[in-house]
């Protein structure tokens, strides 16, 4: 590990604060969950905008423990009391997946802007409901985005710029974290709470499967879990692969494990691009080129740590006559972008720097939103509730079953 890449880390989870504005939007947390300090605390350091006003947490004494640690000022005894302080304009809910739902709608209803940790609900039936809620299309209603935070930082721009979904015949993705850090106890294998490893890391593999495509699969072809079968724990799959037929035939696979080995493997999607004819004027008008082209980015959940972008490309001229291959070679080139500048394109000029976080991306998007300004990315509730139904997907065919729909009745 290099120098800069040390300091870029450090500084990421010890950014600068900066000065905030008077018009800063308050933030309330639902939920004392770690995850917390990535989606809003660190992130919110490095905006002026926005101000972590409060939390509520089933356990008061949990509530204050987070509060004091993270420097938030209020601490509430509920999640309603923090609903009804009309000083909160937005919501953070980093709750168990079974709870999202609910406590999302609740949100939206109390007319909180909400940023919904993902998966966005527990399957396709709450997604129908929760992004079709019509408080989301009256006049000044509240922003609702799921917080799928990779999407949101350079590299992925940098990668997508290098992919043509049109041309795409295969994709392959791989997510893990390794055995020791997450327990069997831990919420992701907790059926009730719409546990399971499809849910948790392979979202990031489904999400990317069908940016690539730029469409939805048409089928699960295969979906070949490891699960636990006893008490809480059953029908969680703690490690899974699946595969899925896209248009024209196109293949997608996704394999992901909530307890891979003892060394963390970054994750990565390799995509396969058709062979197409690409114009050379230098050649004599008898030959044509061809392009076979391979992208794969490392690194891609979590690009702060370490990311890049390898290109492979194979070319071949050939005889327009007979077709006969009268040369060949492959050229490689790998890319990094930690930051807007290093991405280029319509990014250029967006505000940023090599030491933000996907979250922080992810977080200027949102008060882009609210504030009336264009984001430069942005998850639709259309995009987020087609997300489920590829879960659903997956999960149907595996044989566990889709996860269960909460109690919590939207009247």
Same mark, same amino acid.
């Given at each position: 590990?290099?120098?800069?890449?040390?300091?870029?880390i450090?500084?990421?989870?010890n950014p600068?604060a900066? $000065?905030?504005?008077?018009?800063?939007l308050?933030?309330?947390?639902i939920?004392?969950?770690?995850?917390?300090?990535w989606a809003l605390?660190?992130?919110?350091?490095?905006?002026?905008?926005?101000?972590?006003?409060?939390?509520?947490?089933?356990?008061r004494?949990?509530?204050?423990?987070?509060?004091?640690?993270n420097?938030v000022?209020?601490?509430?005894?509920?999640? =309603?009391?923090?609903?009804d302080d009309?000083e909160i304009?937005? #919501?953070?809910?980093?709750?168990?997946n079974?709870?999202?739902?609910?406590?999302a709608?609740?949100?939206?209803?109390a007319g909180?802007h909400?940023?919904?940790?993902?998966p966005?609900?527990?399957?396709?039936?709450?997604? =129908?409901?929760?992004?079709?809620?019509?408080?989301?299309?009256?006049?000044?209603?509240?922003?609702?985005?799921?917080?799928?935070?990779y999407?949101?930082h350079?590299?992925?721009?940098?990668?997508?710029?290098?992919?043509?979904?049109?041309?795409?015949?295969h994709?392959?993705?791989?997510?893990?974290?390794?055995? &020791?850090?997450?327990?069997?106890d831990? #919420?992701?294998?907790?059926?009730?709470?719409? @546990?399971?490893?499809?849910m948790?890391?392979?979202?990031y593999n489904?999400?990317?499967?069908?940016l690539i495509?730029?469409?939805e699969?048409?089928?699960?072809?295969?979906?070949?879990?490891k699960?636990?079968?006893?008490?809480?724990?059953?029908?969680?799959?703690?490690?899974?692969?699946?595969?899925?037929?896209?248009p024209?035939?196109?293949?997608?696979?996704?394999?992901?494990?909530? =307890? @891979?080995?003892? #060394? &963390?493997y970054?994750?990565?999607a390799?995509?396969t691009?058709?062979q197409?004819?690409?114009?050379?004027?230098?050649l004599?008008?008898?030959?044509?080129?061809?392009?076979?082209?391979?992208?794969?980015?490392?690194?891609?959940?979590?690009?702060i740590?370490?990311?890049r972008?390898?290109?492979?490309?194979?070319?071949e001229i050939?005889?327009?006559?007979?077709g006969?291959v009268?040369?060949?070679?492959?050229?490689?080139r790998?890319?990094k972008?930690?930051?807007?500048?290093?991405a @280029?394109?319509?990014?250029?000029?967006?505000?940023?720097e $090599?030491? &933000?976080?996907s979250?922080?991306?992810?977080? @200027?998007?949102?008060v882009?939103?609210?504030?009336?300004r264009?984001?430069a990315?942005?998850?639709?509730?259309?995009?987020s509730?087609?997300?489920m139904?590829?879960?659903?997907?997956?999960? $149907?065919?595996?044989?566990?079953?889709?996860r269960?729909?909460?109690k919590? =009745?939207?009247?």
């Amino acid at each position: 590990m290099s120098l800069g890449q040390l300091k870029r880390i450090y500084t990421a989870f010890n950014p600068p604060a900066v $000065e905030k504005s008077k018009d800063a939007l308050k933030f309330g947390i639902i939920g004392a969950a770690n995850s917390a300090a990535w989606a809003l605390l660190i992130p919110a350091k490095l905006h002026p905008e926005v101000v972590v006003h409060a939390i509520a947490a089933r356990d008061r004494k949990r509530a204050e423990e987070f509060a004091k640690k993270n420097n938030v000022p209020v601490v509430y005894d509920s999640y =309603q009391d923090l609903l009804d302080d009309p000083e909160i304009d937005c #919501i953070l809910v980093p709750l168990p997946n079974a709870l999202h739902f609910e406590w999302a709608v609740r949100s939206i209803r109390a007319g909180k802007h909400v940023l919904l940790e993902k998966p966005s609900v527990s399957n396709y039936i709450e997604a =129908q409901t929760l992004f079709n809620l019509p408080e989301l299309d009256a006049p000044n209603a509240p922003v609702l985005l799921e917080a799928f935070h990779y999407r949101f930082h350079p590299i992925w721009s940098l990668f997508m710029s290098l992919v043509t979904p049109a041309d795409v015949v295969h994709v392959n993705t791989f997510s893990m974290i390794p055995w &020791w850090f997450v327990n069997k106890d831990h #919420i992701h294998f907790n059926y009730n709470l719409a @546990g399971g490893t499809m849910m948790g890391m392979g979202t990031y593999n489904f999400a990317a499967l069908r940016l690539i495509f730029g469409a939805e699969p048409e089928e699960c072809i295969s979906a070949d879990v490891k699960a636990f079968t006893e008490g809480v724990h059953h029908d969680c799959d703690y490690e899974f692969k699946a595969k899925f037929r896209f248009p024209n035939g196109c293949i997608g696979e996704a394999f992901s494990t909530l =307890q @891979g080995p003892t #060394i &963390w493997y970054p994750s990565y999607a390799t995509v396969t691009h058709r062979q197409v004819e690409v114009p050379d004027k230098t050649l004599p008008p008898s030959q044509k080129k061809f392009v076979t082209r391979e992208v794969t980015i490392n690194g891609f959940i979590h690009a702060i740590f370490w990311s890049r972008i390898d290109v492979k490309e194979a070319f071949e001229i050939r005889d327009k006559e007979t077709g006969r291959v009268v040369k060949k070679w492959t050229e490689k080139r790998t890319q990094k972008a930690y930051s807007p500048k290093e991405a @280029g394109g319509g990014l250029a000029n967006l505000e940023g720097e $090599e030491y &933000w976080m996907s979250f922080r991306y992810q977080l @200027g998007a949102f008060v882009d939103k609210i504030k009336g300004r264009k984001p430069a990315y942005w998850v639709n509730r259309e995009d987020s509730a087609l997300q489920m139904k590829m879960v659903d997907m997956a999960y $149907e065919k595996s044989g566990l079953g889709i996860r269960p729909t909460s109690k919590f =009745q939207v009247n």
